[in-house]
């Protein structure tokens, strides 16, 4: 298990956002401490996504300031971020179709000059995620949503986050790859990465987090340890259907 300290890794402050017209994010104020499991839970709409792009830098903030080890990524790259151990596996995957699964591993240590390391880690990855050994040459767009989903964390793991976002990695699977995917999420919190996990399989979710977050219409309503947040009457009736 990832060893939990007070040291504040991410620390999102007073940030808005808006697009279209819409204020998508009306003034979030969250963080995760350095080997926490931090769920953020809300139904569709709720502005999770939005605010993982602006913790990216893949979406502008109008107002509010995230940062970083202590030091502010305001305007920073999402190039940047992942050299710097702030890597995300968006909602919807984004695997190469066109690339075998051990390519698309390879473009996870993009950043990385480590040659035997990379080997290494890509070992570490098929250990991890045996389903991608079985089937490492064959191309990405071929395979099944949640063998797509196992393959986007594997190669966000081989850029050797600091903190990992995961964007609704449940999404459109099967029970079964659910399942899976949860599995993996905490073999990866194991590992010893922080992870800030967006869902909205909130009872999902919130049974492996060290704390959560609610999230409605574009502010934080509620915060608690997960178990906390589970056994919430109000939690259970919006999100849980209780």
């Known amino acids: 298990m990832a060893e939990k300290t007070n040291k504040v890794l991410l620390q999102v ?12 994010v009306k003034g979030v104020d969250f963080e995760v401490r350095e080997g ?10 709720a502005g999770k996504t939005t605010t993982m792009k602006a913790i990216t830098g893949t979406l502008g903030m109008n107002d509010g300031d995230i940062l970083y080890m202590g030091q502010s990524i305001k305007g920073k790259g999402a190039w940047d971020l992942v050299k710097q151990g702030l890597v995300m596996v968006p909602e919807g995957r984004g695997v190469f179709a066109r690339m075998t699964i051990t390519e698309n591993l390879q473009m996870g240590a993009y950043t990385r000059r480590d040659k035997a390391g990379i ?5 570490k990855m098929f250990t991890i995620f045996p389903r991608l050994r079985e089937r490492k040459d064959q191309l990405a ?14 190669r966000a793991l081989m850029s050797q986050p600091k903190v990992l976002l995961l964007d ?6 099967s029970p079964i790859m659910v399942d899976k995917i949860f599995e993996v999420v905490r073999d990866v919190y194991a590992l010893g990465v922080t992870v800030l996990l967006v869902e909205q ?6 049974a492996i987090a060290d704390r959560g977050y609610v ?14 947040l589970l056994n919430d009457p109000k939690v259970r009736a919006a999100y849980l259907g209780e």
């Not at 402050?13 to 204020?23: D, E, P, R, S, T």
């Not at 080997?119 to 070992?123: K, L, N, Q, R």
């Not at 999230?215 to 906390?228: A, C, K, Q, R």
Request: no cysteine.
């Open 215 to 228: 999230m409605e219409s574009g502010l934080i309503t509620m915060t608690g340890p997960g178990n906390d």
């Open 141 to 154: 767009g071929t395979m099944s949503g949640g063998e797509q989903q196992m393959l986007a964390m594997g």
């Open 201 to 206: 399989n909130a009872s999902r979710a919130l």
């Open 168 to 173: 609704e990695p449940s999404m459109g699977l």
């Open 36 to 45: 926490e499991l931090v769920s953020l839970i809300g139904s569709n709409g």
């Open 119 to 123: 080997v290494a880690d890509i070992e």
């Open 13 to 24: 402050k007073g940030l808005k956002v808006a697009y279209g017209g819409i204020q998508a």
